[in-house]
């Protein structure tokens, strides 16, 4: 799903890769290896981790954007938010521990692209999450923005201690 979510926006590049190179060069610069920076504490590989994706979005090329694009990215959204409003009902919020994946997963980049529709739904849902401490709160402070339509963020990953 998250790989459907990007389909349409952002760019030809891939941040990932780019994201992967940024924190590499970084590691390498602060003498880290990969074992010692899994083992940081969340904070401390949040600023590394901010910084690496600050890096890593310089100089990328938008895709070209065009009505036929965005209608299609549009029934993306609608389709990832409506099945992930059912899963966070169902299992609470979703995280890659939960899931028990290996990789990364952010629901929150679900969310954060949901159509205006789905607002109250996810409102609802990020209340019962945060109530229940199963939400991080960088996440809920990113949904959250998300669902005030987006105002400037005045704080980071970073100013969140996510364990």
Known sequence: MVELDQKYRGSNDCMLNRYNLALDSLLKAKGLTHEEFNAMSAL????IKSLAFKIGGRNMQPIMANDSLAALQYHLDEKNS???IELVKQHGWLTDKSLGCSQKFRTVLIFRH???KYWPQI??????EKAAQRIPPYEYYIVDNHLKGRPPLDKSASDFNNG
């Not at 401390?44 to 600023?47: R, Y």
């Not at 409102?123 to 019962?128: A, H, P, V």
Request: no cysteine.
């Open 44 to 47: 401390e590989q949040g600023e």
């Open 82 to 84: 409506m099945a992930f």
């Open 114 to 116: 949901a159509p205006k």
């Open 123 to 128: 409102r609802e849902l990020i209340e019962k």
